[in-house]
């Protein structure tokens, strides 16, 4: 099966701001534009609080498009370790 033209992969920064800290992580994502659907793989980059040290788990976000382009939503899947939580 050949992928559509309307598909395309990008990369970028996501933060993630939380109760107790913030995590900044390098997305690498495909978005599926006819069927208005993403997936995007997660590397820590960064943090405060308790993701100061963030380590290296790779984590992944999937979900859809909304708002007629201007939004998304999704879910969050994997985890991190830190220390006292």
Do not use: W
């Not at 990008?10 to 534009?33: E, F, P, R, W």
């Not at 997660?42 to 992944?60: H, Y």
């Amino acid at each position: 099966m050949v992928e559509p033209a309307a598909n395309l992969s990008y990369s970028g920064q996501l933060t993630i701001v939380a109760k107790h800290g913030t995590l900044v992580t390098n997305d690498l994502g495909v978005l599926d534009a006819a069927h208005l659907a993403f997936t995007e793989m997660e590397r820590p980059a960064s943090g405060t609080g308790v993701f100061a040290n963030p380590g290296n788990s790779v984590f992944f976000i999937s979900g859809a498009i909304i708002d007629n382009g201007q939004g998304f939503q999704g879910n969050l899947s994997g985890s991190i370790c830190v220390d006292g939580y």
